[in-house]
């Protein structure tokens, strides 16, 4: 892994196209309204028969501020009173999914995600993590990984030791950019003291692992100051960093509408931007573990990536995989099985719907035996950069190059373009293909030609 990645800018040229983030296979561009409440009570029952471990998902939509450039399931406003009668139908929520789970199912894994779910008061917080701990087998002695969004804006040394008082052990610090007029550009105000405070409590209370978020193509930002940004997180010694590219769809998501397209970087910026922070965290000994993600040698994302056991959810990329994801809240989407649901995203349609007693699933999908498949191969090659096709052939009794001939050409012209590796056995994707793995994905995907590819963001 030590050539873990090479800039290739002739490779980035031709492959940096618009495509999924592949947070699950078959994508939720692909979720229809046909999957209900009796297909999640079934999967439940399923996974209950199975006893699976589990993953939670909490969603707290609200913010105080808005940030131009967020495309999350959000609520912007100061009345924390809002708050309350959306945590009454969460809990409700809570108890109509846990009464079709074992008590014997350990949840392995929770993520508080937003939104800003420090939005709560500390009151609120303990009373959400009760009924959490009342409805489901949370672990008591910090061997799971419970991780919280933190806004450093929205926490103080108080706060961090509530989370971690109330079990939390992993904290994601959003930054973004520390350069003052990127900051007014994007309407975040946030001081490096105020993050570098978060950060000394995170350590202070020991938690286990600090990630910050970055995001590189925002408007005013130059390859210069982003670099200086990067060098100050560095500083700070997160465990994990997650770089996203912007993507500017203002016709998707209204806040976007207030930045001012003329003050975004132009594409050769921002690619200037990616290089320069690859090299920089490359030498301060992060890892690039894939999809804008980078760990220290010694955090579970790599040590499970050179074990080959590194997968990806609708969280990103995990050490859970194996895991029942169950989703909690506005907009979340639980994993079960072979099942994906999404619950409503509009906020007084969730809360209507479990006023009257009825979970709020809205849309989802069932995955078929060729999604079952190509989920997998998109898996490996995703978290592991490579593909052994026996193990495909042993797993879902196929050949591979008979089932996948179709594809053939377009992974031949990958191999020689020096994107991959490629022989009757395998596919190894090369360190000058690894920032394009995503490319190499979709070759896979047997809906994408079906979609606008507006939808998605580029590669890069």
Same mark, same amino acid.
């Given at each position: 892994?030590?050539?873990?990645?090479?800039?290739?800018?002739?490779?980035?040229?031709?492959?940096?196209?618009?495509?999924?983030?592949?947070?699950?296979?078959?994508?939720?561009?692909?979720?229809?309204?046909?999957?209900?409440?009796?297909?999640?009570?079934? %999967?439940?029952?399923?996974?209950?028969?199975?006893?699976?471990?589990?993953?939670?998902?909490?969603?707290?939509?609200? &913010?105080?501020?808005?940030?131009?450039? &967020?495309?999350?399931?959000?609520?912007?406003?100061?009345?924390?009173?809002?708050?309350?009668?959306?945590?009454?139908?969460?809990?409700?929520?809570?108890?109509?999914?846990?009464?079709?789970?074992?008590? %014997?199912?350990?949840?392995?894994?929770?993520?508080?995600?937003?939104?800003?779910?420090?939005?709560?008061?500390?009151?609120?917080?303990?009373?959400?993590?009760?009924?959490?701990?009342?409805?489901?087998?949370?672990?008591?002695?910090?061997?799971?990984?419970?991780?919280?969004?933190?806004?450093?804006?929205?926490?103080?040394?108080?706060?961090?030791?509530?989370?971690?008082?109330?079990?939390?052990?992993?904290?994601?610090?959003?930054?973004?950019?520390?350069?003052?007029?990127?900051?007014?550009?994007?309407?975040? +105000?946030?001081?490096?003291?105020?993050?570098?405070?978060?950060?000394? %409590?995170?350590?202070?209370?020991?938690?286990?692992? $600090?990630?910050?978020?970055?995001?590189?193509? +925002?408007?005013?930002?130059?390859?210069?100051?982003? %670099?200086?940004?990067?060098?100050?997180?560095?500083?700070?010694?997160?465990?994990?960093?997650?770089?996203?590219?912007?993507?500017?769809?203002?016709?998707?998501?209204?806040?976007?509408?207030?930045?001012?397209?003329?003050?975004?970087?132009?594409?050769?910026?921002?690619?200037?931007?990616?290089?320069?922070?690859?090299?920089?965290?490359?030498?301060?000994?992060?890892?690039?573990?894939?999809?804008?993600?980078?760990?220290?040698?010694?955090?579970?994302?790599?040590?499970?990536?050179?074990?080959?056991?590194?997968?990806?959810?609708?969280?990103?990329?995990?050490?859970?995989?194996? &895991?029942?994801?169950?989703?909690?809240?506005?907009?979340?989407?639980?994993?079960?099985?072979?099942?994906?649901?999404?619950?409503?995203?509009?906020?007084?349609?969730?809360?209507?719907?479990?006023?009257?007693?009825?979970?709020?699933?809205?849309?989802?999908?069932?995955?078929?035996?060729?999604?079952?498949?190509?989920?997998?191969?998109?898996?490996?090659? $995703?978290?592991?950069?490579?593909?052994?096709?026996?193990?495909?052939?042993?797993?879902?009794?196929?050949?591979?190059?008979?089932?996948?001939?179709?594809?053939?050409?377009?992974?031949?012209?990958?191999?020689?373009?020096?994107?991959?590796?490629?022989?009757?056995?395998?596919?190894?994707? +090369?360190?000058?293909?690894?920032? +394009?793995?995503?490319?190499? &994905?979709?070759?896979?995907?047997?809906?994408?030609?079906?979609?606008?590819?507006?939808?998605?963001?580029?590669?890069?």
């Amino acid at each position: 892994m030590l050539d873990a990645i090479r800039w290739d800018s002739e490779l980035i040229r031709r492959y940096d196209l618009a495509g999924p983030r592949y947070t699950s296979y078959p994508t939720a561009v692909q979720f229809n309204s046909q999957v209900g409440t009796f297909d999640l009570f079934h %999967a439940l029952r399923e996974s209950r028969k199975a006893l699976r471990p589990l993953s939670l998902y909490v969603h707290v939509p609200f &913010c105080a501020n808005i940030c131009y450039y &967020c495309a999350c399931n959000k609520v912007i406003t100061k009345d924390r009173g809002r708050a309350l009668p959306y945590l009454q139908r969460l809990e409700q929520e809570i108890q109509l999914i846990a009464c079709h789970l074992d008590p %014997a199912q350990k949840v392995e894994q929770l993520h508080f995600g937003g939104g800003t779910p420090t939005f709560l008061s500390h009151d609120e917080l303990r009373q959400l993590m009760a009924q959490l701990r009342k409805h489901f087998n949370l672990l008591d002695d910090d061997s799971g990984d419970y991780s919280i969004e933190i806004d450093p804006r929205e926490a103080d040394w108080s706060t961090m030791g509530l989370l971690r008082e109330l079990g939390f052990n992993r904290v994601s610090i959003g930054l973004q950019d520390l350069d003052p007029a990127v900051q007014r550009a994007v309407n975040r +105000l946030q001081s490096l003291e105020e993050t570098r405070a978060v950060i000394d %409590a995170a350590r202070t209370l020991q938690f286990r692992s $600090i990630n910050i978020d970055l995001i590189y193509g +925002l408007p005013k930002q130059t390859p210069e100051n982003f %670099a200086r940004t990067v060098d100050e997180v560095i500083s700070l010694q997160p465990d994990r960093l997650s770089v996203f590219n912007y993507a500017h769809l203002p016709e998707r998501f209204m806040p976007q509408r207030r930045i001012n397209g003329n003050e975004l970087p132009l594409p050769a910026q921002k690619l200037e931007m990616l290089q320069r922070t690859i090299e920089q965290l490359t030498a301060a000994g992060y890892r690039y573990i894939g999809m804008d993600h980078f760990a220290l040698p010694d955090d579970e994302l790599a040590i499970a990536q050179e074990e080959s056991t590194l997968q990806r959810n609708f969280q990103g990329y995990t050490t859970h995989g194996h &895991c029942d994801l169950i989703g909690l809240g506005v907009s979340a989407i639980s994993q079960i099985g072979d099942l994906y649901c999404q619950n409503s995203s509009d906020l007084n349609q969730y809360q209507n719907a479990l006023a009257s007693a009825q979970l709020a699933t809205s849309r989802g999908l069932l995955c078929n035996a060729d999604d079952r498949l190509r989920r997998e191969v998109i898996q490996q090659l $995703i978290c592991t950069f490579s593909l052994e096709f026996a193990l495909i052939e042993q797993a879902f009794n196929i050949d591979f190059r008979g089932y996948f001939g179709e594809l053939w050409p377009q992974l031949q012209a990958m191999a020689e373009d020096g994107l991959i590796e490629l022989d009757n056995e395998h596919i190894g994707v +090369l360190p000058a293909g690894r920032l +394009l793995v995503r490319s190499v &994905c979709m070759v896979f995907d047997a809906y994408l030609e079906q979609h606008n590819r507006q939808r998605f963001s580029r590669v890069i």
